[in-house]
């Protein structure tokens, strides 16, 4: 029972990683339809920020900004710059544009940084522990599962209460009458972007907090595991983003803990296996929306 509660606490540190991607990526792909493969990109560049502060000797608590400013920033530069001359192309070709935006990020960082993995100084608290009632959490895990649930509930009442939130939810509902009410595309559309950098910044110091390192591939796998979660939950739904990241976390934590050793090599094919079988059941994802309106993280 104590290692299934201990890898429970796993499964929810790694599922709320996952959850803030796909969040990122559901959030331009109901107000566009595009889904950002850059934006895995923006993880890193968050990363590198946090290493060249810890080089740098600015404390944790002031590089944690620094980075969440400098994705949310790369993420609308982004917008402004490769989406937006595209925006009106057909879906493939905005697809193959964040293709090449990830491919070009990557040669700039392996040319410009290096290419290969490079430690990030973290305060030592975040590699303790705390025991509760017999069970050792890890203080990052712990710190990763409450900004997860933080950053869902700012998410959410941004989308209610907000001014641009609200007109992100009536943009992604119907684009065209959002436009003639008198809602700014360029605003709507750049605020969504701004909004998937900074869950892309958030997930990456999760990330980085976990493994102390940041390589020009860092993004790459986590945005994949992402986009799988979103299909997984209901692409362009928001507590489907929410649902799919947190299931995949768990699937992947409970393979690794509990599938026999001669299976384990098999265990991401295992994990794909069972994503299919639920999307064989739920072919629209578990909590499939048509628009963000009403709905809630």
């Known amino acids: 029972m104590e290692l299934f509660l201990q890898q429970t606490v796993n499964a929810f540190a790694l599922g709320g990683t996952y959850a803030l991607l796909a969040l990122g990526l559901a959030v331009v792909f109901s107000i566009m339809g ?8 923006l993880m890193t560049i ?23 400013l400098a994705s949310t920033f790369a993420a609308v530069l982004m917008e402004r710059i490769a989406f937006r001359p595209v925006r009106n192309s057909s879906g493939a070709t905005m697809l193959v544009t964040s293709f090449a935006v990830a491919m ?4 700039l960082f392996q040319n410009l940084i290096s290419v290969r993995s490079q430690p990030v100084l973290l305060p030592e608290a975040l ?22 649930v933080i950053m869902l509930i700012f998410l959410d009442r941004f989308l209610s209460k907000q001014k641009y939130g609200i007109a992100m939810r009536a943009a992604a509902e119907d684009f065209a009458v959002a436009r003639l009410m008198g809602i700014r595309a360029n605003t709507v559309i750049a605020g969504a972007f701004a909004i998937s950098g900074l869950l892309a910044g958030v997930a990456a110091i999760l990330w980085v907090s976990q493994r102390a ?15 799988i ?12 983003a929410v649902a799919g990241g947190f299931l995949l976390g768990f699937i992947e934590i409970y393979l690794a803990a509990f599938l026999p050793p001669a299976l384990q090599e098999f265990r991401d094919p295992i994990g794909l296996g069972i994503v299919v079988l639920v999307l064989l059941m739920r072919p629209n994802g578990l909590l499939p929306a048509a628009s963000l309106k009403a709905e809630k993280v």
Not at 46 to 68: D, E, K, N, R, T
Not at 104 to 107: A, C, G, K, P
Not at 213 to 227: E, I, Q, W
């Open 213 to 227: 390192s940041v390589d020009p591939l860092m993004g790459f796998t986590p945005v994949l595991k992402a986009f």
């Open 34 to 41: 595009l889904i950002n493969f850059a934006h895995g990109e």
């Open 46 to 68: 968050a990363g590198y920020v946090l290493m060249y502060c810890g080089l740098a000797g600015i404390s944790f608590v002031f590089a944690v900004p620094l980075a969440l």
């Open 229 to 240: 979660a979103a299909i997984l939950g209901g692409l362009g739904s928001l507590r489907g």
């Open 104 to 107: 070009i990020l990557q040669v």
């Open 127 to 148: 590699s303790g522990s705390i025991t509760i009632g017999g069970l050792v959490i890890g203080v990052n895990k712990l710190v990763a599962i409450i900004s997860t």
